[in-house]
């Protein structure tokens, strides 16, 4: 009878991620200055290794190596251990990320840095197996020669980490501010046109991620220029995503990133992230071009989001694991033999045929062999293959949607992949902003309660009396300081929100948070945000995020939220921010525009022309809904909405004080469509406010 491993500290952390590796023969410590304390102590090395829990390679790694006697033993001998989750400590993976790429030219997680006792990074890489393979070397063969190292080199290796911590904080500090030329859209146009796949959407061959940032921006640009390539380039992209295999095409929502070129074997972990930017992306679609699909994706992320991804007290966790059974994808994959025994035959020809289904298979996975898995995915839209088999179209999609629910049900038998479940300030403030955007939808007004629920939950449970956020709820527990990004994306899901409901309390709650943000993360010096705030000293050098990766960074969300609450509020201390946070970056914009996307989507906005709207009347009276639906039809990315209720002193009045001598014509309802500082006679008709909205 095998002994129950001993657990390490990490059993009594919060995040699952670390909570998985409480067993590990690994003498794992959590970030902590104990950690250094011992290891000053004992005069060795710290091993940091960072990770999330829906990494596939972090399993592995795990598996291979940190749950191995042999790997630990000489591990722990030689170091002291420390375990983070990334998501939970972005401003520790932040600066390692720094460290990694600054000596490998590249990074990516497991993440896997040596640090002197005095947080000094003296090597840096990614995924080691337990031995060496593949021209990688394994942890059996490279532990014992970094112990070497710190014992026989010393004086070598912190000269060299030294050298890595002068060139770190000479990174750190930004550029000398300039002037964003403008026509910088049209750089970050020209470069994104040369990276576009024409025949099969997305940037580059492969891998593919979906990046939905520079959908919007291709949105945008379309709207502003007219340019057809780019609303191509965009639809184009968002069509091929919805039909490949990195569309979970039964229970919705969207993987990580492909694999191929076609879009076909995704990397399977869910991520709340991508399922926000990519809810707002297929929306604005939609409005730009009226493609009832993209609604649906839209609506479908949502659905998918609050069936699997929200708590109980209505927070969104964090993401869902590739794995389960130790195996990446197998919860989603399925074999002929499978949609079989779950369908008709019927029913199981035409899900073959629609979801591309064969005996053979099309998904190898880490073995290298199919054995007959596949990934189902569609090769034509369903109104083109009804078309093709003619039927009608709504017949054949309520065909499909009974087998959808057939095969969703089967699954559910499965072992289902691990969810994490903390609930994160960054990424729910994305999908408060993606929830909201749905609810503006006709009848969809369920998705905006939901984000209302979140917004609550994280403005009573995760913001302290003094106002500052904290990072991470888990258990109840609010924890770990705001970084930018709580601040930035919260203070963006506030504003779709007031757009949403027109409750005065959240455009409070947003400007709030952008006075917090402007006391306690800008540079004084030369503009733009620090990722921590001015009280943060656990890793100097304070950082500056701008290139805008996976998600947008937090300066990019700034500028735009710095635009839009200007035009709200009429504050034009927030436009000048955006302004200058735009100059801050502006040697760097010049030097890779496609990077800075979300950034010049903000600086797009603040530059102008922009349009306020503020709707006067009754909020429950039809003639006012009318026209706030006739604001929402149309794909007008450069406008704010506001509702200002009839009476004496509502509250958007004090937010808004340009608003305050606004009234209604005659006891109707009436907009007024306000560009360049001036402000037109006011409309009652739905189809004038579209017209005048169209004309400016």
Same mark, same amino acid.
């Not at 006012?624 to 149309?634: D, I, P």
């Given at each position: 009878?095998?002994?129950?491993?001993?657990?390490?500290?990490?059993?009594?952390?919060?995040?699952?991620?670390?909570?998985?590796?409480?067993?590990?023969?690994?003498?794992?410590?959590?970030?902590?200055?104990?950690?250094?304390?011992?290891?000053?102590?004992?005069?060795?090395?710290?091993?940091?290794?960072?990770?999330?829990?829906?990494?596939?390679?972090?399993?592995?790694?795990?598996?291979?190596?940190?749950?191995?006697?042999?790997?630990?033993?000489?591990?722990?001998?030689?170091?002291?251990?420390?375990?983070?989750?990334?998501?939970?400590?972005?401003?520790?993976?932040?600066?390692?990320?720094?460290?990694?790429?600054?000596?490998?030219?590249?990074?990516?997680?497991?993440?896997?840095?040596?640090?002197?006792?005095?947080?000094?990074?003296?090597?840096?890489?990614?995924?080691?197996?337990?031995?060496?393979?593949?021209?990688?070397?394994?942890?059996?063969?490279?532990?014992?020669?970094?112990?070497?190292?710190?014992?026989?080199?010393?004086?070598?290796?912190?000269?060299?980490?030294?050298?890595?911590?002068?060139?770190?904080?000479?990174?750190?500090?930004?550029?000398?501010?300039?002037?964003?030329?403008?026509?910088?859209?049209?750089?970050?146009?020209?470069?994104?046109?040369?990276?576009?796949?024409?025949?099969?959407?997305?940037?580059?061959?492969?891998?593919?991620?979906?990046?939905?940032?520079?959908?919007m921006f291709l949105l945008r640009y379309a709207a502003r220029t007219g340019s057809r390539d780019a609303l191509d380039m965009a639809v184009t992209t968002l069509r091929a995503m919805r039909q490949g295999g990195i569309w979970d095409h039964l229970g919705f929502g969207f993987h990580r990133y492909s694999t191929d070129r076609v879009w076909l074997v995704p990397h399977f972990e869910k991520m709340l992230y991508d399922?926000?930017?990519?809810?707002?992306?297929?929306?604005?679609?939609?409005q730009a071009t009226a493609e009832p699909d993209f609604r649906r994706t839209g609506e479908h992320i949502a659905a998918y989001v609050q069936r699997d991804m929200t708590s109980p007290e209505g927070g969104f966790y964090a993401a869902e694991d590739a794995d389960s059974e130790g195996q990446e994808g197998k919860f989603y994959v399925w074999s002929e033999d499978e949609v079989r025994g779950a369908l008709t035959p019927?029913?199981?020809?035409?899900?073959?045929?629609?979801?591309?289904?064969?005996?053979?298979?099309?998904?190898?996975?880490?073995?290298?062999?199919?054995?007959?898995?596949?990934?189902?995915?569609?090769?034509?839209?369903?109104?083109?293959?009804?078309?093709?088999?003619?039927?009608?179209?709504?017949?054949?999609?309520? $065909?499909? !949607? =009974?087998?959808?629910?057939? &095969?969703?049900?089967?699954?559910?038998?499965? @072992?289902?992949? %691990?969810?994490?479940?903390?609930?994160?300030?960054?990424?729910?403030?994305?999908?408060?902003?993606?929830?909201?955007?749905?609810?503006?939808?006709?009848?969809?007004?369920?998705?905006?309660?939901?984000?209302?629920?979140?917004?609550?939950?994280?403005?009573?449970?995760?913001?302290?009396?003094?106002?500052?956020?904290?990072?991470?709820?888990?258990?109840?527990?609010?924890?770990?300081?705001?970084?930018?990004?709580?601040?930035?994306?919260?203070?963006?899901?506030?504003?779709?929100?007031?757009?949403?409901?027109?409750?005065?309390?959240?455009?409070?709650?947003?400007?709030?948070?952008?006075?917090?943000?402007?006391?306690?993360?800008?540079?004084?010096?030369?503009?733009?945000?620090?990722?921590?705030?001015?009280?943060?000293?656990?890793?100097?050098?304070? $950082?500056? !995020? =701008?290139?805008?990766?996976? &998600?947008?960074?937090?300066?990019?969300?700034? @500028?735009?939220? %710095?635009?839009?609450?200007?035009?709200?509020?009429?504050?034009?201390?927030?436009?000048?921010?955006?302004?200058?946070?735009?100059?801050?970056?502006?040697?760097?914009?010049?030097?890779?525009?496609?990077?800075?996307?979300?950034?010049?989507?903000?600086?797009?906005?603040?530059?102008?022309?922009?349009?306020?709207?503020?709707?006067?009347?009754?909020?429950?009276?039809?003639?006012?809904?009318?026209?706030?639906?006739?604001?929402?039809?149309?794909?007008?990315?450069?406008?704010?909405?506001?509702?200002?209720?009839?009476?004496?002193?509502?509250?958007?009045?004090?937010?808004?004080?340009?608003?305050?001598?606004?009234?209604?014509?005659?006891?109707?309802?009436?907009?007024?469509?306000?560009?360049?500082?001036?402000?037109?006679?006011?409309?009652?008709?739905?189809?004038?406010?579209?017209?005048?909205?169209?004309?400016?």
């Amino acid at each position: 009878m095998s002994a129950v491993p001993k657990p390490n500290r990490l059993v009594n952390e919060k995040s699952p991620y670390l909570r998985q590796h409480a067993y590990n023969p690994v003498d794992w410590h959590p970030w902590a200055e104990e950690a250094f304390e011992r290891a000053r102590r004992e005069d060795k090395p710290v091993f940091l290794s960072i990770g999330y829990s829906a990494c596939h390679w972090c399993h592995v790694m795990e598996q291979e190596s940190f749950e191995d006697e042999d790997v630990a033993r000489i591990l722990n001998e030689a170091f002291v251990a420390v375990k983070v989750d990334r998501e939970e400590r972005p401003d520790i993976d932040n600066a390692s990320m720094a460290v990694c790429r600054m000596l490998t030219g590249g990074g990516g997680w497991p993440l896997t840095i040596i640090l002197t006792p005095d947080k000094k990074p003296i090597f840096a890489g990614t995924y080691f197996p337990k031995q060496t393979r593949y021209n990688r070397i394994g942890l059996l063969e490279l532990i014992p020669r970094l112990q070497s190292l710190w014992k026989n080199n010393r004086a070598g290796a912190l000269v060299s980490g030294d050298k890595i911590q002068s060139a770190l904080e000479e990174i750190s500090r930004a550029s000398a501010p300039g002037d964003v030329p403008p026509d910088i859209a049209s750089q970050a146009f020209d470069r994104l046109s040369a990276e576009y796949d024409s025949e099969q959407g997305g940037f580059g061959i492969a891998p593919k991620f979906p990046v939905p940032h520079n959908i919007m921006f291709l949105l945008r640009y379309a709207a502003r220029t007219g340019s057809r390539d780019a609303l191509d380039m965009a639809v184009t992209t968002l069509r091929a995503m919805r039909q490949g295999g990195i569309w979970d095409h039964l229970g919705f929502g969207f993987h990580r990133y492909s694999t191929d070129r076609v879009w076909l074997v995704p990397h399977f972990e869910k991520m709340l992230y991508d399922q926000a930017l990519l809810t707002l992306a297929y929306l604005e679609a939609f409005q730009a071009t009226a493609e009832p699909d993209f609604r649906r994706t839209g609506e479908h992320i949502a659905a998918y989001v609050q069936r699997d991804m929200t708590s109980p007290e209505g927070g969104f966790y964090a993401a869902e694991d590739a794995d389960s059974e130790g195996q990446e994808g197998k919860f989603y994959v399925w074999s002929e033999d499978e949609v079989r025994g779950a369908l008709t035959p019927e029913e199981a020809d035409l899900a073959a045929m629609v979801f591309n289904i064969d005996a053979e298979g099309n998904f190898e996975g880490m073995s290298g062999e199919s054995a007959g898995r596949n990934i189902l995915h569609l090769t034509a839209d369903l109104d083109k293959i009804a078309a093709e088999l003619q039927v009608p179209e709504d017949d054949f999609r309520l $065909r499909v !949607e =009974s087998i959808r629910a057939k &095969l969703l049900a089967a699954r559910r038998e499965r @072992v289902p992949p %691990l969810k994490d479940t903390k609930i994160l300030t960054d990424w729910n403030g994305l999908m408060i902003a993606a929830l909201a955007k749905v609810g503006q939808l006709p009848d969809e007004a369920r998705f905006a309660q939901a984000a209302e629920k979140a917004a609550d939950l994280i403005l009573t449970k995760m913001r302290q009396p003094d106002g500052r956020l904290r990072h991470r709820l888990m258990d109840g527990e609010a924890g770990i300081p705001g970084f930018l990004d709580d601040y930035a994306f919260l203070t963006w899901g506030l504003i779709e929100l007031y757009e949403t409901t027109f409750a005065a309390r959240y455009l409070r709650a947003a400007i709030e948070l952008t006075d917090s943000v402007l006391a306690r993360f800008w540079d004084e010096k030369q503009g733009g945000f620090f990722f921590t705030a001015d009280d943060a000293t656990e890793l100097p050098p304070r $950082r500056m !995020e =701008s290139l805008d990766g996976a &998600l947008p960074s937090g300066n990019s969300v700034m @500028v735009m939220n %710095l635009a839009r609450l200007a035009r709200m509020t009429g504050r034009m201390d927030f436009e000048e921010k955006a302004q200058a946070a735009g100059r801050a970056f502006a040697p760097d914009i010049c030097r890779s525009p496609a990077s800075f996307t979300g950034m010049i989507c903000g600086l797009d906005f603040a530059s102008g022309p922009g349009t306020e709207v503020v709707i006067v009347g009754n909020p429950e009276a039809s003639d006012t809904r009318n026209l706030v639906q006739a604001v929402r039809k149309g794909f007008f990315p450069n406008k704010v909405v506001l509702l200002r209720p009839e009476g004496e002193s509502p509250e958007i009045a004090e937010l808004a004080p340009y608003t305050a001598a606004m009234t209604g014509l005659g006891g109707r309802a009436a907009a007024y469509v306000c560009s360049g500082f001036r402000c037109g006679l006011p409309v009652t008709d739905p189809q004038a406010l579209i017209d005048l909205l169209r004309a400016t």
